[in-house]
């Protein structure tokens, strides 16, 4: 009964973790494998490419992996001109993970001199909850993936029930 105690105390502390993870700390990786880099001359738009197919909701984050370069959020104006010399949020650490905290579009471009000209610079449109409902109609993976995780939520709600009733 004991060992029957500790399996049902892990298991629901890993399904409160998957849904912890499903909720709040999905994060998108920035170009694949290939990182933050200068995209190919006839390439240059792959950025917004990648950002456009994506969904990115109040909560995602995106991760930046680059090598001698820098990563910076300005405003809609300075994307334009590639102009970096007042960033919103500045890394240069290689390794910059940035957090949505609002929805909205947000403007990232390189630092690095002449690489956000070449292209390397992204526009990313965060879904307000509101946007996201009334999109959600139109694509069946999305509506899918919703599915799954009132069903999680449903699962850890049974869970803690058990739980409750067990300990
Ligand atoms: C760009 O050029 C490379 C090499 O010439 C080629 O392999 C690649 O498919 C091209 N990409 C596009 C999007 O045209
Ligand atoms: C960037 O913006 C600042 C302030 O708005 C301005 O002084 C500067 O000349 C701009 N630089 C370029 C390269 O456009
Ligand atoms: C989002 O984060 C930025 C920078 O960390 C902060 O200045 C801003 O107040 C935050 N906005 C909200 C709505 O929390």
Redesign the pocket.
Known sequence: MAAFKATLCWLVIFISLGNFLVFSSFEFQVGGTQGWVVP????SK?YNDWASENRFQVGNAIRFKYKKDSVLKVTKEDYKKCNSSHPTYFSNTGNSVYMFNHSGSFYFISGAAGHCEKGQRMIVKVMSADEESLSSGKSDGYRAAELGVSKLVFVQFVMFYVASLVF
């Open positions: 190919p001359s006839n390439d792959v």
